[in-house]
């Protein structure tokens, strides 16, 4: 499976449907939410290649309709321990530091059914509204 193409530009759908998803989306169309992370197996799975910095992405909602262009100002892989402070932050998502930030992606992606691990490898994206 491939992920949407909309506009000649690959998609990017963020969270789990329904509340989570417009919350993240709103943070994003406010300027708060600049980074997102995701598994890099993930990419694998689906047979997606990483973004690349200049990349223009489009972010969906629960209808697969377009809500924001970003423009990919950073990305890189890193292991789940090593995430840093300052990529957690630029996520918005109101984290009050790292542990917490730990915390919340454990629980996310183990109800997703991908328990994650210190040597998880992470993909964590960083993002401009375009």
């Known amino acids: 499976m491939t992920w949407p193409v909309v506009d000649g530009m690959r998609s ?4 789990n449907p329904g509340g989570q998803r417009a919350e993240l989306n709103a943070l994003v169309l406010a ?3 600049r980074a997102t992370a995701g598994l890099l197996s993930e990419y694998a799975e689906e047979s997606e290649p990483l ?3 200049g990349e223009r992405l489009v972010i969906l909602d629960d209808d697969r309709a377009p809500v924001a262009t970003v423009e ?3 990305i890189e892989v890193v292991r789940f321990a090593d995430v840093s402070w300052d ?3 630029a996520e918005g998502e109101g984290d009050a530091d790292l ?3 730990r915390a919340g992606h454990r629980r996310y992606w183990a109800a997703q059914g991908t328990p994650v691990d210190d040597d998880t490898m992470i993909v964590c994206l960083r993002f401009v509204l375009a």
């Open 12 to 15: 990017i759908e963020l969270g």
């Open 31 to 33: 300027g708060r939410k």
């Open 51 to 53: 973004e690349h910095v």
């Open 72 to 74: 990919v100002t950073g």
């Open 87 to 89: 990529f957690a932050a």
């Open 99 to 101: 542990e917490e930030w």
